[in-house]
């Protein structure tokens, strides 16, 4: 390339990139969506875990925080499980909450694979209802623990964890259904 030739080339390819469009620094996406969450520095930690989360349109969003509630939710079945396996600390009412909330956590999971469904098929009201029911999984299991007598509530951190990680993915579904 001749000096002239390449010096316009520079400029053009100067031109072109700043052309480009540029991501919205500060005010992403998921930062308008955990402004309205109770926890705005847990549930943007939450996002940081996914790097896609920062260029993510709105219905992406949704996916990650589908795809965060239903890792959270196998974490937790793992973790039920791994307490229903040696039982000889537990007293019979907590073994039986215990027992009682893997199911309501494999039962959670179904159905958040039923919302990342709906929401494919931009069907937010049954993303709403599917999700919900997830959290009364999660709210069935911590009441289990009440009813049954038990005096360990081993489970109230990780409940809470879950329902706002389901509330997250609530409160994008809603942006999406005012869209
Ligand atoms: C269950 O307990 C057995 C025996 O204590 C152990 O070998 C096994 O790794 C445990 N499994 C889980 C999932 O913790
Ligand atoms: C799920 O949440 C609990 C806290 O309730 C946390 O300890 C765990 O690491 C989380 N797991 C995943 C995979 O998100």
Redesign the pocket.
């Known amino acids: 390339m001749k000096p002239i030739a390449s010096f316009f080339f520079l400029i053009s390819l100067v031109v072109c990139l700043g052309s480009l469009p540029h991501p919205i620094i500060g005010s992403s996406l998921a930062e308008q969506v955990c402004e309205r969450s109770h926890d705005k520095a847990n549930c943007m930690a939450w996002f940081g875990l996914d790097p896609e989360s920062e260029q993510a349109n709105l219905q992406q969003l949704g996916m990650i925080a589908l795809r965060?509630a239903s890792?959270?939710a196998?974490?937790?079945a793992l973790y039920i499980k791994r307490m229903l396996n040696d039982t000889s600390g537990l007293d019979p009412s907590t073994e039986q909450a215990l027992t009682d909330c893997a199911q309501h956590y494999v039962d959670a999971n179904q159905q958040l694979d039923d919302s990342v469904a709906a929401l494919l098929a931009n069907a937010q009201h049954d993303v709403n209802a599917w999700v919900g029911a997830a959290i009364a999984d999660a709210e069935s299991c911590e009441d289990g623990f009440k009813e049954s007598g038990s005096q360990d509530f081993l489970l109230t951190?990780?409940n809470?964890?879950?329902k706002q990680l389901c509330n997250n993915a609530l409160a994008i579904n809603k942006l999406l259904t005012a869209n």
């Open positions: 965060l890792g959270n196998t974490d937790t951190a990780r809470a964890i879950f």
